[in-house]
């Protein structure tokens, strides 16, 4: 017999960058069952589905005063009674309740947050891990990390254009290998940027951010940084999350102090895969410039993994539309982009069906929670981005896979 949702709660709570965000509890026979927490991004889609605000003078306008009681009153009373491990149909439930394609009535942070509530109780329920619950019968499997150890673009106030500066250790037997691997690069990295004299802050995503001459600079301390762990860019490669639309305005790529075309920027990525062992390249370019995309997937494609965030925004249907136009293959998968687990769930299929490769990815602004760890580890999506191995907000994901391997033996990289 399913246990029914007997009830809903929810709280404001506040970020790793200080702002406030939302946090759900499911409760089911009366007891806490399940407990999520919303992410909250800064170099935003502007596809992605609604984040709710309050707006005024308090918390910068940021409180999410409306999407916690669009939980406890509307989303509430549509769910209890229900039983809690049919994600689907709670999902399909609060969507129609909702009932707008960009999630503006209820909010995309106030449908996930009871969506993420409701997964977490749903393996509760059935005394599952949450991995073992998303996987089923499939079972999972430990991605491989992407460790973003330098910080530039909208996370950190540098002029590096360039927003992440990722670390792959792919080469390695189990995901406590890589992650160590990862880990001695950051401080290979931290040791480089201290002898330059250049060793400041920390980027929202806990890299470091330091100003540097050219953002091609920033490939070669990624080198430095692999090479001076003893490591060799066989086993350790670079990914980057150019997050491009933060920086193209009047139809051009604003970077390195120049305004350049789509093929100029393409000739640029080109010149450094030529140059540096990059294994990925997120958003290299605008939201909506689909033909730069379908040029340099065409002409790089088959060396790079083109992977979509701002442009796909984990949404089925620009996914498609981005499989026609043959524009990446990859797909970066962020649960607040699209507002469900199901929704979520689904673009993966379509990404899988393609034969694009998926990331689950977390946000720039994060919490304690550790919902991406186990999607990853029950979708086999085979990589995971959620930061430098440093700060709470990010080391608690990479321990949450940890714990995972304790219990899951298989490891695999796409790379
Ligand atoms: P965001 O950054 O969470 O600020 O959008 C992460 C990313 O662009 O991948
Ligand atoms: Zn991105």
């Known amino acids: 017999m399913s ?14 960058r200080g702002n406030p965000t939302i946090e759900v509890d499911c409760y089911v026979a009366g007891q806490l069952a399940g407990r999520a927490a919303v992410p909250s991004g800064a170099s935003t889609g502007q596809h992605e589905a609604l984040e709710m605000r309050d707006g005024g003078t308090t918390w910068m306008g940021k409180g999410v005063g409306k999407a916690v009681s669009n939980v406890v009153e ?20 609060i969507i129609e309740l909702d009932g707008t394609a960009n999630k503006s009535n209820l909010g995309a942070n106030a449908m996930l947050g009871a969506s993420m509530a409701c997964l977490h109780a749903g393996a509760n329920t059935h005394e599952l891990p949450l991995w073992r619950y998303i996987g089923g019968v499939a079972g999972g499997c430990l991605p ?41 690069c950051y401080h290979a990295l931290k040791g480089e940027l201290q002898r330059d004299g250049l060793l400041g802050g920390l980027g929202d995503e806990g890299g470091f951010a330091p100003n540097l001459p050219t953002n091609e600079e920033g490939l070669r301390y990624m080198v430095k940084a692999i090479e001076g762990a003893g490591y060799s860019t066989e086993e350790i ?50 939201e909506d410039d689909w033909t730069s995309w379908a040029n340099f997937t065409k002409n790089d494609g088959h060396r ?37 687990v199901t929704e979520t769930l689904e673009t993966m299929a379509i990404a899988d069906a393609a034969g694009f ?9 994060e919490t304690e929670d550790t919902t991406i760890a186990d999607l990853a580890v029950g979708t086999r999506a085979g990589q995971i981005k959620t930061g430098a191995p440093a700060r709470s907000d990010r080391t608690a994901k990479y321990n949450q896979l940890l714990r995972i391997a304790e219990d899951c033996d298989e490891f695999a990289s796409p790379f």
């Open 237 to 286: 490669g670079i990914a980057l999350d150019v997050a491009s639309t933060e920086f193209y305005r009047d139809g051009k790529y604003h970077i390195d102090g120049k305004a350049i075309s789509g093929e100029e920027l393409a000739d640029i990525y080109s010149g450094w895969l030529d140059d540096f062992p990059i294994l990925s390249i997120e958003d290299g370019f605008d």
């Open 357 to 365: 490769n998926s990331i689950i990815s977390h946000r720039s602004g």
């Open 144 to 184: 491989v990390p992407m460790l973003n150890i330098l910080n530039g673009g909208a996370h950190a106030a540098t002029n590096v254009d360039v927003q992440e500066f990722m670390v792959i250790p792919h080469g390695f037997d189990t995901f406590g290998e890589s992650l160590r691997a990862g880990v001695e």
């Open 304 to 340: 790079v993994q083109c992977v979509g965030d701002d442009l796909f925004v984990t949404q089925a249907e620009r996914l498609v539309m981005g499989i026609e136009a043959k524009a990446a293959n990859a797909i970066l998968v962020k649960l607040n982009q699209v507002g469900t």
């Open 74 to 93: 509307d989303i509430q009373e549509a769910l209890v009674g229900m039983p809690v491990d049919v994600q689907s149909e709670l999902d399909e439930v």
């Open 3 to 16: 246990k029914l949702i007997t009830g809903l709660d929810a709280r404001q709570i506040i970020d790793s």
